[in-house]
Each structure stands twice: as C-alpha cells, then as structure tokens.
C-alpha cells in the first residue's frame, strides 16, 4: 500500500502546484519553501506526514534545495496541524496505517485529503512573509532561533 499512499499524495499535492523531490513535496517562493514528508514508520505498517516552512536564505542558501524535515526551521506532524491551526476536534492519528482493508485504506486516504486541504489553505497564505509573521501561530515551535530572533531574521531576509 505504500506506493499506492504515494501515488495519491503525488496527485494531490501535484494538483496544488507543488512539485516533488524524493518523498517530499514542497512549494516555494523566493524566501520560503512550505514542504510536506512523507515519512514511512519503522515500527508499524503506514506512513507520518511532516509539515513545515524552509526558509533557505537562513542557512545562506542563494537557491531554494530540497531538505529533510530534521533541517527545516518549523516543522511539525501532521497531526498538531490538524489539533492545532484547524481545530476540528476531531480525532486524527499521527499514523496513516496500512493494516487495514483496501476499502478503510481509501476512505482514510480520502480523508487525509480532506484535511489536508483544510491545513494547506492556511498554511499556503505563510508563504507571503508579511502575513506569516503578522499572524505567527503561537503553537508554532521554531528549531535554531529564538522566536523573535527568527522572526526579525526572516523579514530582514524577505
């Protein structure tokens, strides 16, 4: 099932402009990339979807590269976006499991859609920098900087 959860999130973000590197997604303006992972669960049968924000000028790239989320600035599971910027209260699993039947398999794939869609059209507006940082969620967690620190860093960098 694992080429076939890649095959539909390849159509989907495909469909939403993103382009693909490996098992990444990702979408990027100038100075800022929003990427999504597609990350395969050593110890269950599925997949975790991390989410974040590249921003490449902080790391003294000239030219936007494709990285690991463990190198992005904000990143986050699937999940805590899911809690966190939409809200649903709905239950979501971090785990997209492929230990159920073909048919759950679709529904939950279908699903995952769906949400996403909620997360993106948010988090797709925080590609305009100015708007990412007048309205910088609180939940957010930023790896190297210091929240203010980064955040003057970015607009300096925009």
Do not use: C
């Not at 904000?74 to 492929?98: A, C």
């Not at 939950?108 to 909620?118: F, S, V």
């Amino acid at each position: 099932m694992r080429e076939k959860a890649l095959k539909i999130l390849s159509e989907y973000f495909k469909a939403k402009g993103f382009r693909k590197k490996g098992q990444t997604w990702y979408l990027s303006k100038e100075s800022v990339a929003l990427m999504v992972e597609y990350q395969g669960s050593y110890h269950f049968s599925g997949f975790y979807l991390n989410i974040g924000l590249y921003f490449p000028k902080l790391n003294n790239e000239e030219k936007f590269v494709v990285h690991k989320s463990y190198d992005w600035q904000i990143e986050d599971r699937y999940k805590t976006y899911m809690d966190k910027l939409v809200g649903t209260g709905m239950y979501v699993d971090d785990l997209i499991s492929f230990e159920v039947s073909e048919e759950e398999f679709h529904i939950e794939m279908e699903q995952l859609k769906a949400n996403l869609d909620k997360i993106l059209e948010i988090m797709m507006k925080w590609l305009d920098i100015d708007y990412f940082v007048a309205n910088f969620p609180e939940f957010i967690m930023v790896k190297y900087y210091r929240k203010e620190e980064f955040l003057a860093l970015i607009k300096k960098h925009h």
